[in-house]
Structure formats: structure tokens, C-alpha cells
């Protein structure tokens, strides 16, 4: 089995897996499953190895949380530029919101550049993120972003139909975006939609690609059943 450097988060108990992908409510929903005893698995440790061997998958409830993966991408590229402009503010203009806005309608390839790449987990497609011997069509994706319904109701919507004694509270949800966090997610939405054949091009037709299908496939399964 491929040890990936970059993983999701993953926890267990018995036979159930949650895949906790960074910018779909993470530290929400893994502060709740550790909370509730169920166990970080990491990918480099014996337990890992044996929960995802082959001849164990079948035996696995695999779940996980998904949200639209343009959305995803853009907070997880203002999370990087804000944690670098913590400490380089004079070339990044965090605290001046005019040079801020001139960086990001410059015709600068640097910036299309920037928000055109998978840095880390934050921006890497989810596809990418679990096991490789799992196939992402058999995980329970749960989305994070379905209209009139929290994360945290539809994740309880799982737990009764698995048998799982556990509830979320709803609308709970921790570390949402700042201002400033908001403010920058909006310049790079429109950076995008301005530069839209360039990021066709170069990534949403690329990188994102499965993680699209993915979503789409979610999503109207999700209509389904919640009607």
C-alpha cells in the first residue's frame, strides 16, 4: 500500500473510519470523535497498516466530510497566505487592504501561479489524501455545504443509520474564517472567475478534477435522499 506523505486525518473505532480532510470542518468533527474514544490513526504506525490491509477493507464503514473543491481550495490558499503574511507583511499587505487589492488584480503571473498550486493538505484534492487502496466511491462522503442542512445534522442522519450512539450538536462548528480570512477568500474567488480559461487550464481540469466528480456525485446522491 502507497504511504502517503500527506493524509487525512483518519480515526477508528471498530469497524468504522472517519477521514477528516483539513477545510471540511477538521477540527470540528475530529475534536468529537476523540472526545468520544475513538482513535487517531497514523499513516506510518503498524495499526494503520493492519485497519487498511486488503483483506480487512471489506469489513470497513468508511466515512468521511466533503465540500465543494473550489470552495476548499480557495480557503485552503488564504490559510497559506495568511499564515506567510503573519510574518512578511510587507511584502504579503495583509494590514492594507489597497495594496492588498492591487496585488491581486496586477497582471502578475506570480499571483495566478500561486493560486493555481497544491501546497499542502490544505489545497491537496481529497482523492489524493486517503488511502490508495481505498476507493473514494465507496467511502460515505458527508457534505459539509448541502443548503439547509448543518454538517453536523447530517452527520447525525449517519450515525442513526448506522447504529452509532452519538449526536453532534448543531451549528458548533470551530475555527471558521476571520475577516481578514473572508475578505481575502473573496479577492481570490474574484482573481479566479477574471482568470477563469487560465485556471481551467492549468488546474481545475488537472488537479481538481476527481475531487469534482466526486462532489457532483455526493451531492446528487444527497438530493435523493433528503427529499
Not at 486525518?9 to 480532510?21: A, M, S, T, W
Amino acid at each position: 500500500m502507497e504511504n502517503r506523505t500527506l493524509s487525512a486525518h483518519i480515526y477508528n473505532k471498530d469497524n468504522f473510519v472517519y477521514f477528516g480532510i483539513p477545510k471540511n470542518g477538521l477540527i470540528s468533527f475530529t475534536e468529537f470523535f476523540k472526545k468520544n474514544g475513538w482513535q487517531y490513526r497514523h499513516p506510518k504506525t503498524s495499526e494503520f497498516k493492519s485497519l487498511f490491509d486488503r483483506s480487512n477493507l471489506k469489513n470497513l464503514v468508511l466515512f468521511g466530510s466533503i465540500s465543494n473543491p473550489h470552495s476548499r481550495h480557495i480557503k485552503g490558499l488564504t490559510e497559506q497566505y495568511l499564515r506567510v503574511a503573519k510574518h512578511n507583511d510587507d511584502a504579503f499587505h495583509l494590514s492594507n487592504r489597497d495594496e492588498l487589492n492591487n496585488t491581486f488584480k496586477a497582471t502578475n503571473p506570480l499571483v495566478d501561479f500561486f493560486l493555481s498550486s497544491t501546497l499542502d493538505e490544505h489545497t491537496l484534492p481529497i482523492t489524493k489524501m486517503i488511502p490508495s487502496v481505498v476507493d473514494p466511491y465507496k467511502v460515505d462522503w458527508i457534505p459539509i455545504d448541502y443548503p439547509g442542512h448543518p454538517s453536523e445534522e447530517l452527520m447525525n442522519l449517519f450515525f442513526k443509520e448506522n447504529n452509532l450512539k452519538l449526536e453532534m450538536e448543531l451549528n458548533n462548528r470551530k475555527h471558521v474564517s476571520s475577516k481578514n480570512a473572508k475578505y481575502l477568500q473573496d479577492l481570490i474567488s474574484r482573481r479566479m472567475k477574471e482568470k477563469k480559461q487560465y485556471y481551467d487550464r492549468f488546474y481545475t481540469n488537472s488537479i481538481l478534477e476527481d475531487d469534482l466528480k466526486l462532489y457532483d456525485y455526493t451531492m446528487n446522491k444527497y438530493k435523493e435522499k433528503m427529499q
